[in-house]
T-cell receptor, first 108, second 115 residues
Framework: QQPVQSPQAVILREGEDAVINCSSS?????VHWYRQKHGEAPVFLMI?????EQMRHEKISASFNEKKQQSSLYLTASQLSYSGTYFC?????????FGAGTTVTVRA | NAGVTQTPKFQVLKTGQSMTLQCAQD?????MSWYRQDPGMGLRLIHY???????DQGEVPNGYNVSRSTTEDFPLRLLSAAPSQTSVYFC??????????????FGPGTRLTVL
C-alpha cells in the first residue's frame, strides 16, 4: 500500500524552509527519500531506519516517528537546485512502495 | 560501471501489440524491480525479483510478465498493449532486497505510448 504524502506541491523563494510529510497505515521498518528532476530518474537522498538517527543530505534533513508511522523531510534555506519532485518510499515485505510525490518549486 | 540501463528510451505501440522492455544492471545486485510512473500517481511497483529465478507481483501487475534468468537482466513483457499502459517505466536495483536498508538505483526510464 502506497504511503500518503503532503502537501502535493509547494512554492518557495530561495532561502525559505518547507516540510514534506509522509505517513503510512502500516508499521514502518524504514523510510526512503528520493528526488526527481523533470525528465530524469529518481535519485536517492537518504534512508531512515526504525530506531535510527535523523539523517541529513546537504541542508535537507529528515526524521522518522515510529509511533505515528510518519516521516518528515525538512528543506532548510532552500536553493534553486532543490526544485523537483520528492518521493517517500516505505519498505515492507521486500517491497519499496512510493507516495504520489510532492512537487517543490524554488524561485529566485 | 554503467549502473542500471534500460532500452528502448521511447516506444510507440498500437493496441494489442506485444513488446519487451529491457533492463540490465552491472552492479551484481540481487534485487530488481519495475515501476510505472503516471501523473499524480507517483511510482507504482509492477513486479520485483529478490534473485535469479525468483519473481513476485507488486501493486499493479496485471498485463505485465517478468522473468529473471540471470542476476543482470530483468525484462518486462507487455502481452497485449492497452492505452492504459501508456506511462514512463523505471527499472531499479539494489544490493539486497531483504533488509530494506539499501540504496535503490533507478534506470533512466522508458517512455511508452500505446495508441
Amino acid at each position: 500500500q502506497q504511503p500518503v504524502q503532503s502537501p502535493q506541491a509547494v512554492i518557495l523563494r530561495e532561502g525559505e524552509d518547507a516540510v514534506i510529510n509522509c505517513s503510512s497505515s502500516k508499521a514502518l521498518y524504514s523510510v526512503h527519500w528520493y528526488r526527481q528532476k523533470h525528465g530524469e530518474a529518481p535519485v536517492f537522498l537518504m534512508i531512515l531506519l526504525k530506531g535510527g538517527e535523523q539523517m541529513r543530505h546537504e541542508k535537507i534533513s529528515a526524521s522518522f516517528n515510529e509511533k505515528k508511522q510518519q516521516s518528515s523531510l525538512y528543506l532548510t534555506a532552500s536553493q534553486l537546485s532543490y526544485s523537483g519532485t520528492y518521493f517517500c518510499g516505505t519498505y515492507n515485505d521486500y517491497k519499496l512502495s512510493f507516495g504520489a510525490g510532492t512537487t517543490v518549486t524554488v524561485r529566485a | 560501471n554503467a549502473g542500471v540501463t534500460q532500452t528502448p528510451k521511447f516506444q510507440v505501440l498500437k493496441t494489442g501489440q506485444s513488446m519487451t522492455l529491457q533492463c540490465a544492471q552491472d552492479m551484481n545486485h540481487e534485487y530488481m524491480s519495475w515501476y510505472r510512473q503516471d501523473p499524480g500517481m507517483g511510482l507504482r511497483l509492477i513486479h520485483y525479483s529478490v534473485g535469479a529465478g525468483i519473481t513476485d507481483q507488486g501493486e499493479v501487475p496485471n498485463g505485465y510478465n517478468v522473468s529473471r534468468s540471470t542476476t543482470e537482466d530483468f525484462p518486462l513483457r507487455l502481452l497485449s498493449a492497452a492505452p492504459s499502459q501508456t506511462s514512463v517505466y523505471f527499472c531499479a536495483s539494489r544490493p539486497d532486497g531483504l533488509a530494506g536498508t539499501d540504496t535503490q538505483y533507478f534506470g533512466p526510464g522508458t517512455r511508452l505510448t500505446v495508441l
